[in-house]
């Protein structure tokens, strides 16, 4: 095929002809700068739903009882409740987009189809990749203040780690903290000081080093049995729905040393929860806590607290504007760069969790007062 005295729109023509239908499955043939990418592999596929568009996500939850209940006699007179129980959480969209660009040379050397389409890979995967690597650190990240309209509200601003030095754990994951260290005034629209259920659970490793205590231990089982979480009987149930949305996070010396802990108990207590260290259940190779694999997250390895997270995606899930999921605009170019075509990939969306008290906990490290 030769291109010869083909017309740039004509070009332009045949990279969208290209381009058009070219689909992505999830997967990168690349060096990536992450062994896992929990948010675009799992998050954004398996956890997420669609808006219905708007400026907004906007949800009504229970925060109480209606305080109905009376003891009565018969034939007694009965009063109606009137109280407001509901309580309205919003997050706002928030924007972004990745992009790649192709010139009239490149196209026009091309000699055919085949390798119209695989160059069109080779520039779409590294812009993929780069709004990979961008959604799985925000994921994992506040909002840097409270005037940041840019990034999402990863999990810290959802599930409260503990800060103050005179914490003790519980249900006590009030209102969060931006990145900048100030704490909000409420969380999503909701002020933990005023609907003090709208907490999450939250608790405090015995030291710094991550080093596992039995104290620790401990603490990971009462927050199993807080959240309302029970173990699956064996590793296949771990891909069942009641189980599948249940998963625990934390970096990397907090996995290998929960290996060694358990290791050197006596078998006598239960089942080797690193028996499958290295075995690959979740895909990498992890023990397991109480039946679930704690799941290796490279951007928690920054963390000084090391936290360790258990999380619920049936309570905390991205919600997307479905008019704009991964939307690709096409090929575009203007006035100044004639030759230069450009395809953006646009998403909008935030995370959002409709019960505090469920959606997860953490255990992190904070030096006690």
């Known amino acids: 095929m030769s291109f010869e005295g083909v017309s740039h729109a004509g070009l332009g023509d ?3 002809a290209a381009t058009e239908n070219l689909p992505w499955d999830g997967t990168f043939e690349a060096l990536l700068p992450l062994h ?10 398996k956890d ?30 009965r009063t109606p ?23 009239d040379v490149e196209i026009a050397e091309c000699a055919g189809p085949a390798k119209l389409i695989e160059i069109a890979k080779l520039k779409r995967v ?22 940041d309209e840019d990034h999402p509200r990863g999990v810290p601003y959802y599930i409260t780690p503990i800060l103050a030095a005179d914490a003790a754990g519980g249900h006590n994951g009030g ?20 609907y003090t259920r709208w907490v999450n659970y939250n608790d405090r490793w015995t030291n710094v080093t991550a080093t596992i205590t039995q104290e620790d231990a401990k603490n990971v089982g009462k927050m199993f049995r807080r ?16 189980y599948d949305k249940l998963r625990m996070y934390a970096c990397e010396a907090v996995i290998d040393n ?68 991964f939307k690709d605009t096409g090929q575009y170019n203007d006035r100044w760069q004639p030759d230069v075509w450009t395809n953006y990939t646009d998403i909008r969306f935030n995370f959002l969790c409709d019960n505090r008290q469920l959606a997860g906990g953490v255990i992190s490290y904070v030096e006690a007062a």
């Open 126 to 147: 590294p812009a993929k990749l780069d709004m990979a690597v961008n959604l799985e650190g925000r994921a994992w990240q506040s909002p840097d203040s409270a005037t």
């Open 14 to 16: 045949l990279w969208n």
């Open 258 to 325: 929960w290996s060694e802990f358990v290791r050197g108990q006596n078998d006598q207590i239960g089942a080797d929860g690193a028996k499958f260290y290295g075995a690959g259940i979740s895909g990498t190779g992890e023990p397991t806590v109480k039946g679930f694999p704690l799941r290796w997250i490279e951007e928690l390895d920054d963390d000084s607290t090391l936290p360790l997270y258990m999380i619920n995606h049936d309570h905390f899930l991205p919600v997307f504007d479905r008019n704009c999921y």
């Open 175 to 194: 209102n969060p903290y931006y990145t900048d260290a100030t704490q909000a005034s409420d969380c999503s629209g909701v002020d933990s000081a005023v």
């Open 81 to 103: 409740a009137m109280i407001d129980t509901t309580v309205k959480i919003t997050a706002p969209f928030v924007g972004g987009y990745s992009s790649y660009t192709i010139t």
């Open 48 to 77: 997420k739903i669609k808006s219905t568009g708007g400026t907004q996500i906007s949800r009504r939850v229970v925060y109480r009882e209606n305080g109905s209940f009376e003891w009565i006699q018969p034939a007694a007179v």
């Open 227 to 242: 959240l309302h979480w029970s173990s699956p009987k064996n590793v296949t149930e771990l891909t069942q729905a009641k």
């Open 36 to 45: 896992r990418f929990e948010v675009m592999d799992q998050w954004l596929t």
